[in-house]
């Protein structure tokens, strides 16, 4: 039985590892629907999740109701923060992120929290999770895993900041608190 631990132990820390060092530098993303329409827009920079690569668009179920697409946001820095309600350090960054929101909103600045909703041990739990957590920036639901599959979320939180005109501009992996964020805002347009 203590292999069985010690076995199980080293291979979660080999994939904490493997998230750690993830520097970005996946693949490019597949094509998605509408891809090509958004490249073109941008002087046909390349979609993909690198930095300087146009963020692959999405449009996800809200939490509160109705849909949501990244696209629609230009104009805005976003920020796209995959996450699930069990992750430790995803619980971590949230208080860090609701006050980084509220104190950002009004100048143009929008957090996707993206919940890796396959994962979760119910559906209620993001709900329960939201109100406890007392979250109001928009929380997306990834049922099918269209996003996590596309921004390849290997470890969580993983995190992409993504300036005013749809360009990532930074990855992060791992918990963020609001100082990082506001480093990390301020640079970009």
């Known amino acids: 039985m203590k ?3 010690a076995l199980a132990a080293i291979v979660l820390l080999g ?8 520097t970005g530098k996946a693949p490019t993303a597949p094509a998605q629907p509408g ?9 046909n920079k390349t979609v993909g999740i690198e930095k300087g690569n146009l963020a692959p668009d999405f449009e ?3 939490l509160r109701g109705g849909q949501i697409k990244l696209s629609e946001l230009r104009g805005k820095k976003v920020i796209v923060n995959l996450w699930a309600t069990w992750c430790p350090p995803c619980r971590a960054e ?10 950002n909103k009004e100048k143009g600045v929008v957090i996707l929290g993206v919940n890796l909703t396959p994962t979760e041990t119910n559906p209620e739990a993001v709900s329960s999770f939201v109100e ?13 895993k269209q996003v996590s599959n596309v921004y390849k979320a290997i470890s969580i939180p993983t995190s992409f900041i993504i300036d005013s005109n749809g360009v990532i ?21």
């Open 94 to 103: 949230m208080p860090d992120m609701q006050s980084f929101y509220e104190e």
């Open 3 to 5: 292999r069985k631990n």
């Open 60 to 62: 996800l179920q809200a």
């Open 132 to 144: 406890a957590y007392g979250i109001s920036f928009p929380i997306l639901m990834d049922v099918d």
């Open 169 to 189: 501009q930074n990855k992060f992996i791992g918990p963020m608190n609001q100082e990082m964020m506001e480093n990390m805002l301020s640079v970009i347009e």
């Open 15 to 22: 994939l904490l590892a493997w998230g750690i060092v993830d």
């Open 35 to 43: 891809d090509a329409e958004q490249a073109a827009g941008q002087g």
